[in-house]
């Protein structure tokens, strides 16, 4: 009895990985070849969460469909984050672009909430109630294919460092920027590109957590907090690590929920990460691939 | 007797080893010139006697204080202090300010931080520019700066690394007379790194030479010059006299 | 502006803050209360934020510790919140040594110390809303005893504001005293450059643990403070992610380097949460915020240190201008 229940949650915390994953992945990038520590990850997340929604409620566009959409839409709205706002501080004090995308952050939260209000959004899609089943277990639909597709775009992510022409170039940005640019890479186009995907996999990953959640101004929040964890646990700029991380992540979440007893559950995480840190600062992962 | 004892002192970075056992005793007051090709570990030598940089292997002390495994902050505090290649000054702060900060760890007050601070700023010869801006200085005086620092935090032993590097002809006769006045009347002892050949011998009492990391020889400056040794790592071949 | 001129025109501005609860209405104090909390928490923040340079977005855990120790010891021991202020903020202090630890001693300080510090921030709210004798999500409740002191009770909103007042005014000192003396200019020095700092002797992890515990000090205070004022206390409006940032933002517009910085930024900040209520009333859900997030975007992208430091800068630098050295040489600029 209690063996099913444990396997379940370990499987379960597999597959929110993926999801989790996305979200790290795009952060630790940022990090990585910008230097930047984006505040704003859990608030872009949201805002391709609730045009996923609008999408849905004004045209009946189903979410996984509406990754064609809201992908290249955030993929924009990171290029112009990057832009206007953290490129002109590229010279200026680490905390100024983590103080500029806070400042973001607190925008597009608020203006959410202006616009759609405070009160909780939810998509009722037939993927959403849809479930899987393995012996006693039980798999929502929508959590497996967000698992496919947040780990493959990982992987995916992963692969495209490792052994594209353009990977290549972005990690070489990544461990001397004054180096490539001599080496005639143009590490302005590697920036806006880095910026791209990594925001853009939050599209991906909003398209599909939206069917699985309910969405609300903060829903960012939620997705915030692990990112970051995830990302330091891993090794800041690791993608590698930020996949592991995940995993990590997601397994300590699920086991702790099942384990302990009330809300304490969601302490495990945070008390995994603390321990964590503590034996390894530095992450579990050095150099971005 | 000797203030500063190095044993054995090893870093390796992976596969490369940058400082292999390297051993050897600094009297007080002594002036040790470090010289070597470009990448023999003359930098990392020194991160590593101040403690930037953790060593693989190998001790050091200072007056018989051990210092491995301590942080630059207790090693200063001890008595050994380093300046940098690439001048790290406080940039918004004014000069004396920034000489104020070497100073306030052996200070009991702000007060008394910047008595000393004028006073090293006046051994160095820059006592009339306190007030001024780090942007405002010339590459002589930045380097000054960074030798005021040192003599401000009160070691007795200092580690000048390359402060000669940029500086013209009569700006290098400055620094040597500095050093020497700096020895002469306070009794402090020197590490100095530079490539500066002329400078180097006419300042050192002793000369250290390393190569790929290791000590390629020891001696005084008159010996040194005639080692084939050295002649054939800096140049290449061995000079037939 | 003549030396006498600007000293009269201080008083007069000292004058009308102390005498404000005789003249302005009910809203006036109760809005002054308000943005003088704010200015509080932001200087107590500036002490680890600003002067040391390590972003805290943790310090919700100490106004927490403050607010809930001098509550809990009152309503289930009958002790005094004077005491259990003590209490909270030897707590805040005990707390603020641990998580130093945790990360100074471990070099983790930039990033690292800002999402360490929110991370336990949330456990923080966890924490406290599964704890049944701490009023669990619903809060605690703080009976109504007005005008016994010994409670921490007034019965005029006027003793909050004076109290609130002497706080601010504390802190300033706190600040200016600090920046004045040898922890302010080894914190300036491993602010601007931590390596040439510790080069020269100043010692990391013990200066930031100062700083650090000073920041929790006042902030469980305050945090002591604004549950007696308000008589209620939940988890989460004490230690929400927003009120974590909250208390930055003042000190991040109105400048790090001067005392007068966060209070500036309060007043800034409160001005704009008050004339878009009065403007817009509730009708535009969060547009404080927004205008919030708006000016730190401005304020960081053309300040570069909030706008004190700014005007400070300029004012310096001119006159700096006047009096530079002649010098031909070539001077190579910048880190």
């Known amino acids: 009895m209690a063996y099913t229940v444990i396997a379940q949650a370990v499987i379960d915390g597999i597959l929110n990985a993926g999801i989790f994953g996305l979200a790290a992945v795009g952060l630790t990038l940022l990090f990585g070849v910008m230097r930047v520590v984006n505040f704003a990850h859990g608030e872009l997340l949201m805002v391709g969460m609730y045009i996923t929604f609008m999408l849905y409620s004004a045209m009946g566009l189903h979410p996984y469909l509406s990754a064609l959409v809201v992908v290249p839409a955030l993929a924009l709205l990171g290029i112009v984050l990057y832009r206007c706002l953290l490129k002109p501080l590229a010279a200026a004090p680490e905390t100024a672009q983590l103080l500029v995308t806070l400042g973001v952050s607190m925008v597009l939260q608020n203006v959410v909430l202006a616009v759609f209000g405070a009160d909780f959004r939810s998509i009722n899609v037939p993927v959403g109630s849809a479930a899987f089943r393995l012996g006693e277990m039980v798999f929502p639909a929508t959590r497996l294919y967000g698992f496919l597709v947040g780990m493959g775009a990982c ?21 001397d920027r004054q180096a490539a640019a001599l080496s005639g890479i143009n590490v302005e186009k590697v920036l806006v590109i880095s910026a791209a995907i990594a925001i853009g996999l939050l599209g991906l990953a909003a398209a ?15 997705y915030l907090l692990p990112s970051f964890i995830i990302v330091i646990l891993g090794g800041l700029g690791s993608v590698r690590g930020a996949i592991i991380g995940s995993v990590v992540y997601g397994l300590s979440q699920s086991l702790g929920a099942v384990l302990v007893p009330g809300s304490l559950g969601i302490l495990v995480p945070l008390i995994m990460f603390v321990t964590l840190l503590l034996m390894r600062p530095s992450g579990l992962f050095r150099g971005t691939v | 007797m000797p203030v500063l004892e190095v044993v054995g002192l090893t870093k390796r970075f992976g596969g490369l080893t940058a400082v292999n ?8 007051g002594q002036i040790l010139g470090v010289i070597g090709p470009n990448g ?32 630059p902050e207790d090693i200063c505090q001890a008595g050994m202090v380093r300046t940098f290649q690439i001048v790290q000054p406080f940039w ?50 930045k380097k000054a700066l960074e030798m005021a620092k040192a003599c401000a935090s009160g070691a007795r032993v200092i580690l000048l690394d390359e402060v000669m590097a940029g500086l013209r002809p009569y700006e290098v006769d400055a620094v040597i007379d500095k050093v020497l006045s700096l020895r002469r009347e306070r009794g402090l002892t020197f590490l100095i790194v530079e490539h500066l050949m002329d400078a180097i011998m006419a300042l050192s009492d002793e000369i250290l030479v390393l190569n790929f990391g290791a000590t390629l020889a020891k001696g005084s400056p008159a010996a040194i010059q005639r080692d084939p040794r050295v002649q054939e790592a800096y140049l290449g071949v061995t000079a037939h006299a | 502006m003549s030396s006498t001129a600007f000293k009269l025109a201080v008083l007069g501005v000292a004058a009308a803050v102390v005498a404000l609860p005789w003249v302005g209405n009910t809203f006036v104090i109760t809005t002054a209360i308000a943005t003088l909390y704010l200015a509080y928490q932001a200087l107590a923040w500036n002490l680890v934020g600003g002067m040391a340079g390590q972003f805290s977005l943790g310090n919700t855990i100490f106004i927490g510790a403050g607010a809930y120790t001098s509550t809990y010891l009152f309503l289930t021991y009958g002790v005094s919140p004077w005491l259990g202020m003590i209490a909270g903020a030897a707590l805040a202090m005990a707390l603020a040594y641990l ?35 701490l009023g669990a999500a619903y809060g605690l409740l703080i009976p109504v005893r007005d005008g016994d002191i010994a409670a921490f009770q007034f019965e005029s909103r006027a003793a909050y504001y004076y109290i609130i007042l002497g706080l601010v005014v504390v802190a300033a000192g706190i600040m200016s005293g600090i920046q004045r003396g ?15 700092a510790r080069a020269v002797g100043v010692p990391v992890v013990r200066n930031m643990q100062i700083a650090f515990g000073l920041s929790a000090l006042l902030a469980a205070v305050g945090g002591t403070f604004m549950a007696q004022y308000t008589l209620f206390i939940d988890p989460r409006s004490t230690f929400s992610w927003t009120e974590s940032v909250y208390f930055l933002l003042p000190a991040i517009v109105g400048g790090t380097r001067h005392w007068s910085g966060p209070i500036i930024g309060a007043l800034l900040l409160g001005l704009v949460s008050d004339t878009t209520r009065l403007l817009f009333g509730d009708a535009i859900n969060g547009l404080p915020q927004i205008i ?8 960081v992208m053309r300040t570069r240190g909030g706008i004190v430091d700014w005007a400070v800068d300029r004012w310096r630098s001119r006159r700096r201008a006047a009096m530079k050295p002649v010098s031909t040489e070539a001077t190579r600029a910048g880190p």
């Open chain 1, 155 to 175: 992987i995916g992510l992963y692969l495209f460092l490792r052994h594209t022409d353009v990977g290549v170039v972005t990690r070489a940005a990544v461990q």
């Open chain 1, 208 to 222: 599909w957590l939206t069917p699985m959640v309910y969405l609300s101004p903060t829903v960012g929040h939620t």
């Open chain 2, 21 to 28: 056992e390297v051993s050897f005793a600094v009297d007080e």
């Open chain 2, 40 to 71: 023999a570990g003359k930098s990392t030598l020194f991160a590593l006697l101040t403690g930037f940089v953790p060593a693989t292997a190998g001790n050091w002390s200072l007056a018989g204080t051990p210092l491995q495994r301590r942080s």
């Open chain 2, 92 to 141: 918004s702060m004014s000069v004396l300010e920034n000489v104020m900060v070497a100073a306030v760890c052996r200070s009991r007050s702000r007060a008394q931080a910047r008595t000393l601070a004028e006073e090293a700023l006046e051994w160095v010869g820059l006592a009339a520019k306190g007030g001024n801006a780090i942007g405002s200085l010339t590459i002589a005086d």
């Open chain 3, 99 to 133: 998580i130093g630890c945790l990360t100074f001693r471990l070099n983790l300080r930039g990033l690292y110390f800002a999402m360490v510090t929110l991370a336990l921030a949330q456990m923080a709210q966890v924490l406290v809303e599964n704890i049944p004798a």
């Open chain 3, 182 to 196: 040898r922890l302010g200019l080894m914190l300036a020095g491993l602010r601007e450059n931590e390596d040439a």
């Open chain 3, 292 to 299: 919030f997030g708006i000016v730190v975007i401005v304020v």
